[in-house]
T-cell receptor, first 111, second 115 residues
């Protein structure tokens, strides 16, 4: 019940394309759903986050879509760039605590 | 944005010795700090949660006597790996959260190698 399932494990996208990463959770007590970007040898960086009372949030090229009834949320990266090549983690927490991370998606954007 | 630093960024130590890693919130007061461990090509696993001035709460399976955590102030938490063994070699990352906030900000991580 504490798991956050993330897919795909890896993703290759052409430059300018849309990258889509999906996550699903079970625990309905989760109330905060962030996405993190991590480059090799670095700590994760908060990319964008959403609360369950909102179905979509957009910041620049990054959009989170949230489906509360299905207990799923996804990250869309529009106009993907080679610099976006990194590992992306979805996560879920209760009030910012007890954060559970997905397994991660390694994104490679081909130039 | 909120900045969290870690020191050292990498450390090599001999088996049986202890290593201390510092985590600092540079531009905000961190009422709570978290310590994570990450193995190569794997996700982050929460090790413990620490609140300023109180004992840390460890996740199931994490040895509290081996991974000593001290949260001495609103800007500093330390993780000491005692009697380190090669299997403790990993990437250790801290994060911090401000009072009433949901956003966790992560440090750059510390690569520990035990020989």
């Amino acid at each position: 019940q504490q798991q956050v399932k993330q897919s795909p494990q890896s993703l290759i996208v052409q430059k300018g394309g849309i990258s889509i990463i999906n996550c699903a959770y079970e625990n309905t007590a989760f109330d905060y759903f962030p996405w993190y970007q991590q480059f090799p040898g670095k700590g994760p960086a908060l990319l964008i986050a959403i609360r369950p009372d909102v179905s979509e949030k957009k910041e620049g090229r990054f959009t989170i879509s949230f489906n509360k009834s299905a207990k799923q949320f996804s990250l869309h990266i529009m106009d993907s760039q080679p610099g976006d090549s990194a590992t992306y983690f979805c996560a879920a927490s209760i009030g910012g605590f007890k954060t559970i991370f997905g397994a991660g998606t390694r994104l490679f954007v081909k130039a | 944005g909120a900045v969290v630093s870690q020191h050292p960024s990498w450390v090599i130590c001999k088996s049986g010795t202890s290593v201390k890693i510092e985590c600092r919130s540079l531009d905000f007061q961190a009422t709570t700090m978290f310590w994570y461990r990450q193995f190569p090509k794997q996700s982050l696993m929460l090790m413990a949660t620490s609140n300023e001035g109180s004992k840390a709460t460890y996740e199931q399976g994490v040895e509290k006597d081996k991974f000593l955590i001290n949260h001495a102030s609103l800007t500093l938490s330390t993780l000491t790996v005692t009697s380190a063994h090669p299997e403790d070699s990993s990437f250790y990352i801290c994060s911090a959260i401000g009072q009433g906030a949901y956003e966790q900000y992560f440090g750059p991580g510390t690569r520990l190698t035990v020989t």
